[in-house]
């Protein structure tokens, strides 16, 4: 059985990941939860699941809560959440917290030799080149939770990389795929959360809209897999049936496809690497629509194309990448900004900076601070 802290536990993935322990007790032991201010839904999974420990970011919502639990310890902020992630019981971490929330707390979980099931992204898109030789020398394991990657993890299983010519990601488009450049001027918050096929949080699905979701996941597989970003390729498609894929010198393809549930991609990384019998639904191959295909725009989605620049460039500029669009996508959802002014404070910040080695985390947080500040100073009017 496999003793799980899971970070992030009351949004989308948290939630998802709880329902497959639910469905596979014999498996999987709740031994540790995180959150970052949802106190009301964390105490509902503290009654069901019985964590020995818990944790809030929010130091309110852990007060709130302390005075609700008996018999479990619940600790408040930035190191409680990283003393969930390393606690000595546990041997999987599931890494979900949204943005970059989720750095530290991995950083402690790698630190203390834990296993990683991975689906921050933010984390390795900050601070890849720091994270994964510490990985390698901790001698932990991580496996991608991310659909895309958990598909390509598995296509790539058993190849050498002098064998594969590219990494393909699938990305749906998201909401306004079909949208002009003057039309995406207008969309609204409402709309841009109204995603096509897959149900998430409230900031990846922004990502999703404007395609920075997909130039993160770009940056995310150059560190999980070591290929460069000329080697990694992103493909249109709408229908969200193949997750990914990978093309070999000799021509083949190998995809990986599976239903447009997020259960699918958990499962298989708590369970790695052995392999569960599937509860979930089965993929209906006969009932599918027709699968398309089609290159991204990035004259109308440049967040793409800057998250292959930041990626290009190196150093810190993933980081400050990340850190601008939290910032924008903030302000975005708070209807500050218009949906096309997204990449524009992202670009203005990129230009700014003035990039460093990735070196050390304290380091990599203050420049992640100093990005968001120049972000919100490059936004007009400044917020």
């Not at 014999?26 to 069901?48: G, I, P, T």
């Not at 599931?94 to 991995?106: C, E, Q, R, Y």
């Not at 991580?142 to 002098?162: I, M, T, W």
């Not at 207008?186 to 998430?200: D, F, G, I, K």
Request: aromatic share 4%; with cysteine.
């Amino acid at each position: 059985m496999k003793r799980l802290s899971i970070l992030g536990s009351t949004g989308s993935i948290g939630q998802s990941a709880l329902n497959v322990v639910e469905l596979y007790p014999e498996a999987f032991q709740v031994v540790a939860l995180a959150a970052r201010d949802n106190s009301k839904l964390l105490y509902e999974q503290c009654q069901r699941h019985k964590p020995q420990l818990v944790a809030l970011l929010d130091e309110n919502a852990a007060s709130k809560l302390r005075s609700q639990l008996a018999g479990v310890r619940v600790l408040a902020g930035l190191e409680g959440v990283a003393e969930v992630a390393s606690h000595p019981a546990i041997d999987t971490v599931l890494s979900s917290i949204s943005g970059a929330a989720g750095l530290v707390p991995t950083h402690r979980a790698i630190m203390a030799g834990k296993n990683i099931a991975l689906a921050n992204k933010e984390t390795l898109v900050m601070g890849g080149d720091l994270l994964i030789p510490l990985l390698q020398k901790k001698g932990g394991l991580l496996v991608p939770v991310d659909s895309e990657h958990a598909a390509l993890h598995q296509c790539l299983a058993g190849s050498s990389s002098d064998h594969v010519r590219r990494l393909i990601l699938t990305a749906s488009g998201g909401p306004f795929l079909k949208k002009t450049s003057e039309e995406l001027k207008q969309v609204s918050v409402e709309e841009a959360l109204n995603h096509p096929t897959w149900e998430m949080g409230q900031k990846i699905t922004i990502d999703s809209a404007t395609l920075m979701n997909k130039g993160l996941e770009v940056i995310e597989a150059h560190h999980l897999f070591g290929f460069e970003s000329e080697e990694i390729s992103v493909l249109i498609h709408p229908q969200s049936i193949i997750h990914s894929l990978v093309e070999f010198v000799d021509g083949t393809m190998l995809a990986q496809v599976s239903i447009t549930d997020m259960r699918s991609a958990i499962l298989y990384a708590l369970s790695y690497p052995e392999r569960q019998v599937s509860k979930l639904p089965r993929l209906d191959l006969p009932s599918l629509p027709d699968l398309e295909f089609g290159e991204p725009d990035t004259n109308r989605f440049p967040c793409l194309r800057l998250a292959y620049q930041a990626l290009a460039e190196g150093q810190t500029y993933p980081a400050v990448l990340n850190a601008a669009n939290e910032v924008a996508v903030d302000l975005f959802l708070r209807q500050k900004i218009p949906f096309t002014s997204v990449p524009e404070i992202i670009e203005k910040t990129l230009e700014i900076h003035d990039p460093e080695p990735v070196e050390a985390i304290d380091r990599l947080l203050e420049v992640d601070r100093e990005a968001r500040e120049t972000a919100r100073k490059v936004s007009e009017p400044p917020y």
